[in-house]
């Protein structure tokens, strides 16, 4: 199997704007988009062997190349592609909400849960992130709060601020919202499930409101779980600036900064590999096949195939797979220096951590699903 290029599904929001342009994302004139979906089900291929076919269909018919084995680990065995990646446009405040893990969304017959992490590209001076219950809230009260649905349980939430380059693991359970003038890359489990608290008191031009889910969602909040930024983990690599940002049992984000005529080899893996430049170009070469990859652009690399990477000017990729954590992310982080303290507050579930957090109907939480308390 060749690697492919996706065309991302374009998705229309009220806090949405014009900002992926300048990200490399071709938007619809006259339309303010949100999100562009770049591995979603629907998005389709634009280059490569099968032009037009949707990534969905593409993971049914062929889950070794485009699942993997770990890929069917991370979705239960379900035949979809294991990764839902998007550019997130927020030019007013998105709502604030919170979305199931694996067992509540497999009690409700959604699928996945929905662990995400987020990765800042640009931020407007003064911007935040809404992320987990003020430490003197009561549960009860941020409930409250939200059942006026006029924006005032934001005051029930930490405030974060904003930072391009900045990195946040969000497990499922946590209540956040991502604050206006914020342009973000998300990684995140293959699911779109969303309960919304309080959407501010957003109305449309019609003045009708967006539903919102009070019974559902206030029942998976966790008031404990409280993240933290995320601190960069090198990985010591000798021709490229290569960084670990985010590695849990669902997913793994690398930032990969080359300069000019540099090359990096990724080695395969057992699950794709997603790779995104946001900023510069990159010339890629995988088993024969080779092309550039741009600004805004998403190759997916095969389960099983590795590919070199080469600059043609100064350039950052993103590259997301789910990982071996032992092999992917453990092991090259401690050869570089790592501490067990900085692969924690990556999300990596090391197998001598005390994990004091519970979820909010007191039971433990699964590590995996846990960065900071």
Not at 64 to 86: C, N, V, Y
Not at 224 to 234: L, Y
């Amino acid at each position: 199997m060749r690697p492919v290029k996706l065309q991302p599904r374009l998705d229309p929001k009220p806090w949405g704007g014009r900002q992926l342009e300048a990200w490399g994302i071709p938007l619809p004139p006259g339309e303010t988009i949100g999100e562009a979906l770049l591995t979603d089900p629907e998005a389709t291929v634009a280059s490569g062997a099968t032009p037009g076919t949707s990534l969905g269909e593409l993971a049914s018919r062929d889950p070794g190349s485009w699942i993997g084995d770990r890929g069917l680990e991370a979705t239960g065995g379900r035949a979809i592609f294991p990764l839902l990646i998007k550019l997130i446009d927020g030019q007013a405040d998105l709502s604030i909400q919170v979305h199931p893990d694996d067992r509540a969304a497999a009690a409700a017959g959604l699928g996945t849960g929905k662990t995400e992490a987020y990765h800042i590209l640009a931020a407007e001076p003064g911007s935040v992130i809404y992320l987990g219950l003020d430490p003197e809230v009561k549960l009860e009260d941020f409930a409250s709060s939200c059942l006026r649905a006029n924006g005032s349980a934001a005051d029930c939430l930490r405030r974060i601020s904003a930072a391009p380059g900045m990195t946040l693991l969000i497990p499922a359970g946590t209540p956040h919202a991502l604050g206006a003038g914020i342009l973000i890359y998300e990684i995140q489990q293959p699911s779109n499930v969303t309960f919304r608290l309080d959407d501010w008191g957003r109305v449309d031009a019609a003045g009708m409101v967006r539903p919102l889910h009070h019974r559902e969602g206030l029942a998976l909040v966790d008031p404990h779980s409280r993240p933290e930024p995320i601190p960069r983990v090198p990985l010591g690599a000798a021709t490229a600036e290569r960084v670990i940002l985010v590695g849990t049992s669902y997913f793994a984000l690398e930032r990969i900064a080359l300069a000019q005529v540099t090359a990096v080899r990724l080695a395969p893996v057992a699950s794709p590999q997603v790779l995104t430049p946001v900023a510069g170009a990159v010339l890629l070469d995988a088993s024969g096949w080779v092309g550039s990859v741009s600004t805004g652009e998403t190759v997916i690399l095969p389960a099983g195939q590795g590919a070199t990477l080469s600059a043609r000017r100064d350039s950052v990729v993103m590259r997301g797979w789910v990982p071996d954590l032992e092999r992917e992310v453990i092991a090259p982080a401690r050869a570089a220096g790592a501490s067990d303290a900085a692969l924690r507050r990556l999300g990596v579930p090391l197998l001598d951590m005390v994990d004091p957090c519970r979820s909010a109907a007191g039971e433990r939480v699964q590590r995996s699903e846990v960065n900071s308390c």
